[in-house]
């Protein structure tokens, strides 16, 4: 478990450390790969675990590496964010074994908000799903 009080939330490297040590990031293998302000890269390499009954990755896997991007994007501006709306559109699905890359990118913040784009697509480029999502700053 994450102890958010020896996190530095304006230091990004003790920020990448404390959301990719979440029990739930390493449950699902997510790893932050970059993270600079307004910016946050995750990658995870789908498995068996991610799948559903169809053998198809999991739509809430994809989520989940979107959501993870959007955590490291939210807490890259030095004040603590949490998503308190999102949405996603699949557009494909990952074969076992590929790499997802997640890519949230800020566009707007403001006091209280900001809004940002997360494009979750394979290494070779494969884009398989976009979401938007504001975080709040608490």
């Not at 074969?95 to 209280?112: D, F, K, M, P, Y």
């Amino acid at each position: 478990m994450v102890n958010l009080d020896n996190v530095d939330i304006n230091d990004l490297e003790s920020v990448r450390q404390a959301i990719d040590d979440a029990d739930y990031a390493r449950l699902l293998g997510m790893t932050i790969t970059e993270l600079k302000k307004g910016f946050a890269r995750v990658e995870c390499r789908i498995e068996a675990r991610h799948q559903n009954l169809y053998q198809a990755t999991h739509g809430g896997a994809i989520f989940s590496i979107a959501d993870h991007a959007c955590s490291a994007a939210g807490n890259s501006l030095g004040r603590n964010a949490v998503m308190i709306q999102s949405g996603i559109t699949f557009f494909a699905n990952p074969r076992l074994n590929e790499t997802v890359i997640a890519e949230a990118e800020i566009l707007h913040s403001g006091r209280r908000t900001a809004y940002m784009d997360i494009l979750v697509r394979t290494e070779s480029g494969k884009n398989i799903a976009k979401c938007q999502a504001v975080v709040y700053f608490i």
